[in-house]
């Protein structure tokens, strides 16, 4: 069971340019401030943001919601609760979401399982908008196979994807992926589990049909 925080921030009057620009800058804002909680933030959807937050008290997300919530631009809402997959805790929280503005549930916190792929870049001479191409139809494969498994993509950028996996889910995404590198990390802070899988991505063997 590890600690997953959905927060929710609709605009009050409208999406339009300046509700964008303040949903971006409230993201930079959480992503900076607990990032020395150790944990990892992200935009999962529209208007919502993901909080790895093992070992953060209630107190202190009740802070950020109460902080937010006072901008009187958005209605916000938050919760946070412990699961062993990413998708039941947001399936979880899609319920409590839509009968409370803030919860906080209780419950024992365990490491996170942070997963990093990166493409294997070919040497020889390939056609670039082929290889862009290839790399992003890969990326969504995996993730298609990571959502499967009850684990949950993150990020994924030009030469990189990220996500955090339920911990039973290593073996068969090792004997599944093709033609990526493919680093792991454990650890109790989700910041501390990413640093270690791009540690261990450069240890790892690339993996080929």
């Known amino acids: 069971m590890s600690r997953y925080t959905i927060l929710v921030v609709n605009p009050q009057k409208g999406v339009n340019r300046e509700a964008i620009s303040l ?19 992200y935009i999962i959807a529209p208007w919502t943001i993901l909080l790895l937050s093992n070992g953060v008290k209630d107190d202190v997300h009740r802070e950020l919601f ?46 996170y399982t942070i ?36 684990g949950l993509p993150l990020s994924i950028s030009l030469g990189k994807l990220v996500s955090v996996i339920k911990k039973d889910s290593l073996t068969i995404l090792k004997e599944l992926i093709k033609h990526v590198k ?12 990413l640093n270690r899988a791009e540690e261990n991505l450069f240890s790892q063997e690339t993996v080929n049909y």
């Open 182 to 193: 493919i680093g792991f990390g454990v650890d109790y802070l989700a910041i501390n589990a």
């Open 66 to 111: 109460e902080s937010l919530k006072s901008k009187n631009y958005f209605n916000v809402k938050l919760v946070s609760i412990t699961s062993s997959s990413p998708i039941h805790a947001i399936l979880t929280a899609t319920r409590i979401l839509s009968k409370k503005d803030y919860y906080f549930q209780e419950g024992v916190e365990e490491p």
């Open 23 to 41: 949903f971006e800058d409230i993201y930079r804002r959480i992503s900076s401030e607990m990032i020395k909680y150790g944990c990892l933030t």
């Open 115 to 150: 997963s990093v792929f990166t493409s294997k870049w070919a040497i020889e001479k390939v056609d670039l908008l082929s290889n862009i191409a290839l790399q992003i139809r890969t990326f969504l494969e995996i993730s298609q196979l990571i959502l499967n498994s009850g």
